[in-house]
């Protein structure tokens, strides 16, 4: 077949089959009387190896040693491939990434694309410096997608960085919680930690009591403490048992116990929260710093009944014990003298 024939056949054009025929990778076996280039069915055959191989994204110097080298063995080129391939998806991916931030955005005019860009390209800066002023910086009158905001939350671990994230996220505008509603789930309890804690300063967020709700159950502590402290603050009683548990554990117990006096001036609350705190402190693996904890979270309590507790402690067996609540009695009959109770009775 001559040059044109095979073109059309193979859907490679003459131009390239004449450069394949330059490099020496597929030359035609015969020539016409006239000197035109006539390849045979075996040389066909070859041109569609080169062009099976071009597919998988060989060059030609590699593809020519695998169809001339007997010993090229391809595991470790397919290898490299691969790596290549997932290098270049992992490019193209984070630039479709980001020219739907710069669409969600709905740029006004090439001025506003380059800001987003700009913010883009700090806040993937190695320096930490750098991405917090890149969000600090922001000027105003800039619309910058939660998507974008809450990918950089995800992924920042200075808490310097991850604190102005999440101030510039809960001010965005954008959904923010559904922006970090695949970081909740993440099988990264680092991620997961970051979603729940961006979340948790969403306080008026649509969807963000129902997101926490569920991070009452995750297996992870600290991400069920954030979610605690949230949901309390939003009167949410669910989290009483994780609260209660926190003052048990010394994790975060004055911020916990402060959380469930807020609680308490729901009197629907209040016996819940009050019967959880005097049963964790009779428990018999309850040890004194325990329950010199307990005693202090029950002074954030409102009511005459928790007061009525402390009465009994002061005299506990414990002497620590005894003396924490001693203390907190005194102060809290100078600060209420009218609510003693039956302390003489």
Known sequence: MLIGEV????GVSPRMLRHYDALGLVRPTGRTVGGYREYSAEDVRRIFHVEGLRSLGLSLKQIGQALEDPAFTPSALVSDLIRWTEDRLERERQLLERLRAIDAS????????????????GLDSTSAARRQQAVLARPGGVSVPAEVLAGAVLAESDPNVAGALRWALARSGGDGVAALAAGVHSEDVDIRRRAVLAIAEMADAPGATAVLADALGDPDTTVRRYAALALGRRGVTGAVPTLVGMVVEGSNDVEAAEVLGTLSQDPGRADRILTALVDELSAPTADSATRIRLTQALVE?????????LRRLAHDDDRAVALVASAFVTVLDERFPGDRGDKDS
Do not use: Y
């Open 7 to 10: 073109a059309r056949h193979s």
């Open 106 to 121: 709905a740029p006004m005019g090439w001025q506003d694309v380059l800001r987003i860009v700009e913010l883009m390209q």
């Open 301 to 309: 309590l409102p009511g005459t009944t928790a007061q009525e507790v």
